[in-house]
């Protein structure tokens, strides 16, 4: 049945990837944008724990995870964002609705591999505020929009050494366009000026797993996991336009007097990630672990080598999470072969505003459902967090996601019985 839809859902998928914002935070100002959680629906239920990997779910954090696929996997997901974004002085409220993943997982003996598209970072903002002008006594109105992003293509390959242990390998090739534009005029004088910046970026980046697991006792098993992402670097080819511009009695804008500007192309660092995680649990049954996640500084914040007010630290994200099913092998209850997860994440995020750190924390909560009578299954999951601060004049976003992820198995390569 998957064999039919996976192309044309592919080519669907990358053509709207290319055309959604799946962002509303002014945060995504800064760099490459609001980088997006590279994980399932059913790993973000879990607070974005990714140490459990079984074998008719993909990971995609982890590329150990594909040497337990049994099952031919195909993962599909999407995000509906609410977002309450708050300063001191005012609040507004903005909707998305964004595709997070599309992949496909094979089972090879005790090799597994795993390709898909998802979107690595989005931009999309629209901010104004109102000066005095330094000239005249009246108001200056500045308004700054971005959209695009960075969307990747990836292919990761998982061999179990033995029973216990398998190890695996990603490489993820990284493209897009981010625009943004700055406007500013002055209440009073007919003219305006404008201002579009166009980054084209482009690269690779690598990340290396480790899946363990053993039993403990009879019934409990512990788990393990270790991923790393050396430094990678990004290629942005940087253009720039200026002009002078009015707009018509219908609201169509007229540009007076366009010119291009000599700007530098740049690199962009994605700086050196490591994320551990320790867990137990029974299997088919229940688990609970958790994930610490640390991340070097970067200068993701300099495409253009000028913005003052931003910096970069280490990051660092901590993940408890957990699932329980109550009796899987159940017919006659549905209720008790649903899977049941939920968690808590705490992230401080590396990115330094006024000389604030801004962090993000949510709470996670949701359930698995079973398909009757094959072994696919539908994933909801449902988020409620908070990044920023409204002091230091900073924005504070107060944001609720439903989350919905489709894992639909399969077997292929099957060798015919009847000619």
């Known amino acids: 049945m998957i064999k039919k839809i996976i192309v044309p859902v592919f080519l669907f998928f990358t053509l709207i990837s290319f055309a959604q914002q799946g962002t509303s935070s002014p945060y995504s100002f800064y760099g490459i944008g609001d980088v997006k959680f590279k994980g399932t629906a059913e790993n973000r239920a879990m607070g974005g724990l990714t140490i459990y990997s079984d074998s008719i779910h993909l990971n995609f954090q982890n590329p150990a995870s594909y040497a337990n696929l049994k099952l031919t996997t195909f993962s599909l997901g999407g995000t509906y964002l609410t977002t309450s974004l708050s300063t001191n002085s005012q609040s507004e409220k903005a909707r998305r609705t964004a595709m997070d993943y599309l992949a496909v997982g094979l089972p090879l003996g005790k090799l597994g591999v795993g390709f898909g598209l998802l979107p690595y970072s989005s931009v999309g903002y629209n901010i104004q505020s109102t000066v005095p002008a330094t000239t005249t006594n009246a108001q200056e109105i500045k308004q700054y929009s971005g959209t695009g992003g960075i969307n990747k293509v990836f292919f990761g390959a998982g061999y179990a050494l033995t029973k216990k242990l ?19 005029f002055i209440e009073g004088i007919q003219y305006g000026s404008r201002e579009k910046n166009l980054s084209d970026i482009t690269g690779g980046t690598l990340t290396a797993g ?20 050396p430094d990678s670097k990004l290629s942005s080819s940087n253009s720039r336009n200026i002009a002078t511009i009015q707009y018509s009695s219908s609201g169509a804008e007229i540009l007076v007097q366009p010119l291009d500007v000599d700007v530098d192309n740049t690199t962009i660092t994605l700086p050196s990630k490591l994320a551990v995680g320790l867990g137990v649990g029974e299997s088919k049954k229940w688990m609970l672990g958790t994930e610490i996640t640390f991340q070097k500084s970067s200068n993701m914040g300099n495409r253009f080598n ?4 931003v910096n970069y630290e280490n990051s660092t994200r901590v993940s408890v999470g957990g699932f329980y099913i109550p009796n899987y092998k159940t017919f006659s209850k549905y209720y008790e072969k649903i899977i049941y997860r939920g968690g808590l994440r705490y992230e401080n995020t590396g990115l330094i505003i006024n000389n604030t750190s801004i962090k993000d924390y949510g709470v996670n909560a949701g359930v698995g459902l079973p398909l009757i009578g094959v072994f696919s299954n539908i994933n909801i999951g449902l988020e409620y967090g908070q990044r920023g601060t409204t002091s230091a004049n900073l924005v504070q976003e107060n944001y609720f996601n439903i989350s919905i992820g489709f894992s639909l198995n399969d077997k292929w390569f099957q060798k015919r019985r009847f000619y």
């Open 306 to 309: 000028d913005i003052n007010n």
């Open 166 to 184: 398998s190890v695996g390998v990603d490489y993820s090739y990284n493209f897009g366009k981010i625009q943004t534009y700055s406007f500013r």
């Open 210 to 229: 480790l899946n363990f697991n053993t039993p403990i006792n009879k019934k409990i098993n512990g788990f393990a996991s270790l991923t790393y992402s």
